[in-house]
């Protein structure tokens, strides 16, 4: 079992960058797929990105594709995921995923959650 702990979640201007980070627990990292979800208020969790667990192989959906970069490191159990050119539209609760199988392509969800961070883009 995975327990993942986001953090860098917060309060930015449309436009600027934020950095999220997701801590796993336990010695076989290397061996799950990671991934980002979001849920803004009143939708649907959707799937942000998402990186093999060696970290050669990503996805992203379209609406976030050139403004974010997912990235692992595997000595160091963390995933992270650069958020720039932030939208009023990315407001939302942001989740860590993990799970022991990688698609190359949308999922709607995995196997371990982290409990979230809030996102918050002004305009």
């Known amino acids: 079992q995975v327990q993942l702990v986001e953090s860098g979640g917060g309060l930015v201007q449309a436009g600027g960058s934020l950095r999220l980070s997701c801590e796993a627990s336990?010695?076989?990292?290397?061996?799950?797929?990671m991934g980002w979800f979001r849920q803004a208020p009143g939708k649907e969790r959707e799937l942000v990105a998402t990186v093999n667990g060696q970290g050669g192989r990503t996805y992203y959906a379209d609406f976030v594709k050139g403004r974010f970069t997912i990235s692992r490191d595997n000595a160091k159990n963390t995933v992270s995921l650069q958020m720039n050119s932030l939208k009023v539209e990315d407001t939302a609760v942001y989740y860590c995923?993990?799970?022991?199988?990688?698609?190359?392509?949308?999922?709607?969800?995995?196997?371990?959650w982290g409990s979230g961070t809030l996102v918050t883009v002004s305009s």
């Open positions: 995923a993990a799970d022991l199988v990688y698609y190359s392509g949308p999922r709607g969800g995995m196997a371990y």
């Open positions: 336990g010695r076989t990292f290397s061996r799950y797929a």
